[in-house]
């Protein structure tokens, strides 16, 4: 099992351009997640879904969308990038109140 | 709103030094979980305490989970430097409908040789 897949693991953005990373499981997980993590601040959660075609927000979702058509797959979009969206984004998955399994990351930085 | 705090925030040691690093928060939570991350990855499951006042070894490491649920630690004997990393705790809430963990912001070790 390869557990959770981050695409890409690096990207520079420009400043008002959009783009999508990509996180794909392959544990039957129910739950997904997108978490941001800045120097010094943990992990903060952007949103969540407890299943296919179900999402919700989490902490800090402003100026991102996801969607879930499939129990594997889990995108990020950025519309608009702006310079505070410079992180390091993490996709998790779990069996619902089991342990997270987190994929290695996407290191993004808007210019 | 439930709130995870760790300390140190840096934790510089030699190898064959103990250490315990916290978590705290004024809140209660039904589970914690320590984390260990390396520079470039994602964080890994280390453990998962339940139950108040509940101790888990794993190898060196040992976690403690306060007798109100509020706190745990984590103690490293005779750390090594493969013992270096960002250690993270997170929080599985009482208050939320949803299984949605709170993450502390991380004790940063480092074991010099």
């Known amino acids: 099992n390869a557990g959770v897949t981050q695409t890409p693991k690096f990207r520079i953005l420009k400043i008002g351009q959009s783009m999508t990373l990509q996180c794909t499981q392959d544990?039957?997980?129910?739950?997904m997640y997108w978490y941001r993590q800045d120097p010094g601040m943990g992990l903060k959660l952007i949103y969540y879904s407890v299943g296919a075609g179900i999402t919700d927000k989490g902490e800090v979702p402003n100026g991102y969308n996801v969607s879930r058509s499939t129990t594997e797959d889990f995108p990020l979009r950025l519309e608009l990038a702006a310079p505070s969206q410079t992180s390091v984004y993490f996709c998790a998955s779990s069996h619902g109140g089991q342990p997270q399994h987190f994929g290695d990351g996407t290191r993004l930085s808007i210019l | 709103t439930q709130l995870l705090e760790q300390s140190p925030q840096f934790l510089s040691i030699q190898e064959g030094e103990n250490l315990t690093v916290y978590c705290n928060s004024s809140s209660v939570f039904s589970s914690l979980q320590w984390y260990r991350q390396e520079p470039g990855e994602g964080p890994v499951l280390l453990v998962t305490v339940v139950t108040g006042g509940e101790v888990k070894k794993l190898k060196r490491l040992t976690f403690q989970f306060g007798d109100a649920r509020k706190d745990s630690s984590l103690h490293i004997t005779a750390a090594q430097p493969g013992d270096t990393g960002l250690y993270l705790c997170?929080?599985?809430?009482?208050?939320?409908?949803?299984?949605?963990?709170?993450f502390g912001p991380g004790t940063s070790l480092s074991v010099i040789p």
């Open positions: 544990m039957n997980h129910n739950y």
């Open positions: 997170a929080g599985e809430g009482v208050e939320t409908s949803y299984d949605k963990v709170i």
